[in-house]
Nanobody
Framework: DVQLVESGGGSVQTGGSLKLSCQAS????????NSWFRQRPGKEREFVAR???????TYADSVQGRFTISRAPAKPIVYLQMNTLETDDTAVYYC?????????????????????WGQGTQVTVS
């Protein structure tokens, strides 16, 4: 298994910025996807951004151009830089890893592929 811990959430004014971090307990960059999701009040969890298996990135239309997903160069940390925040960005943000995480690192090339979630971090924009 893998443990994922998000941090960096908080309260910010409209137009402000926040940078979220997702610290993993093992190497995750060989997994199928490293992603950020969010759950806005009263709504279902939705996709925000991800690294695909080939290293490319994909963003939800609602955050394209404002949010940037990145990785630490030598640590199992995924970031989400959020700029020009809007009130509609208020949500609990979750990081997720999709892959086989039963060995010493998460991988995508074999095994039982599952999705692993962090506990979430609250972002409030007002």
């Amino acid at each position: 298994d893998v443990q994922l811990v998000e941090s960096g959430g908080g309260s910010v004014q409209t137009g402000g910025s926040l940078k979220l971090s997702c610290q993993a307990s093992k190497y995750i960059f060989a997994a199928c996807e490293n992603s950020w999701f969010r759950q806005r009040p009263g709504k279902e969890r939705e996709f925000v951004a991800r690294f695909n298996e080939d290293g490319t990135t994909t963003y939800a239309d609602s955050v394209q151009g404002r949010f940037t997903i990145s990785r630490a160069p030598a640590k199992p940390i995924v970031y989400l830089q959020m700029n020009t925040l809007e009130t509609d960005d208020t949500a609990v943000y979750y990081c997720a890893v999709r892959g086989d995480c039963t060995s010493s690192y998460c991988r995508c090339d074999r095994g039982i592929i599952g999705t692993h979630w962090g506990q979430g971090t609250q972002v409030t924009v007002s």
